[in-house]
């Protein structure tokens, strides 16, 4: 079955960008949407945004100016780049496929990553 | 401040059934299908429901989801000591033109 690992940045220095991969296994990354969710600690989950398999994206008006995704369906893995983070950026990432609306039936462990001098 | 409004814990003893409520408004709930998620604390989300009413293979029938108007509620029947867990409830909202999540409810097994 289709399994999802974000990379783990670990430690982001403010003003810093938070560079964060996720890689699909056990199925093509082609004809889905792929998310990137968070969750800063104690707080519910914040969808930041997804990228289709085509590259195309649409991203959470909050983090827009701040926010890059990518894809490389060559390798089966797409990307989140934050740009000029502070401490309220951080938070446990997940990536996840969606399938419709509200609806992500297949999840990454997780990857906290902390913003801090 | 999440979109989606839960109550942060409920709880119940073995046995037993709960029920939790997610409220949101006519951009959300009121006009797009609801799903819920189980968490335990540091984990992954797990979709439990979808589609209001619909569980993925494998979700015990225990677990139910309902949707009236602008509000959706999850039923655990039978409670068992692994239910303990966070869970949340999503939709897609027009003003985000994205998914919103609630907050969570702590569900606590005694």
């Known amino acids: 079955q289709v399994q999802l690992q974000e990379s783990d940045p670990g430690l982001v220095k403010p003003s810093e960008t938070l560079s964060l991969t996720c890689t699909v296994s056990g199925g093509s990354i082609g004809t889905y949407y792929w998310s990137w969710i968070r969750q800063p600690p104690g707080k519910g989950l914040e969808w930041i945004g997804h990228i289709y398999y085509s590259g195309s994206t649409h991203y959470n008006p909050s983090h827009k100016s701040r926010v890059t995704m990518s894809v490389d369906t060559s390798k089966n893995l797409f990307s989140l780049h934050l740009r000029s983070v502070t401490a309220a950026d951080t938070a446990l990432y997940f990536c996840?496929?969606?399938?419709?609306?509200?609806?992500?039936?297949?999840w990454g462990q997780g990857t906290m990553v902390t913003v801090s001098s | 401040q999440s979109v989606l409004t839960q109550p942060p814990s409920a709880s119940g003893t073995p046995g037993q059934g709960v029920t939790m409520s997610c409220s949101g408004s006519?951009?959300?709930?009121?006009?797009?299908?609801v799903s819920w998620y189980q968490q335990l604390p540091g984990t992954a989300p797990k979709l439990l429901i979808y589609s209001n009413n619909q569980r993925p293979s494998g979700v015990p029938d225990r677990f139910s989801g309902s949707k009236s108007g602008t509000s959706a509620s999850l039923a655990i029947s039978g409670l068992q000591s692994e239910d303990e867990a966070y869970y949340s409830c999503?939709?897609?909202?027009?003003?985000?033109?994205?998914?919103?999540f609630g907050g969570g409810t702590k569900l606590t097994v005694l």
């Open positions: 999503a939709a897609w909202d027009d003003s985000l033109n994205g998914p919103v």
């Open positions: 996840a496929r969606q399938i419709l609306g509200a609806k992500h039936d297949v």
């Open positions: 006519s951009a959300n709930i009121g006009t797009y299908s």
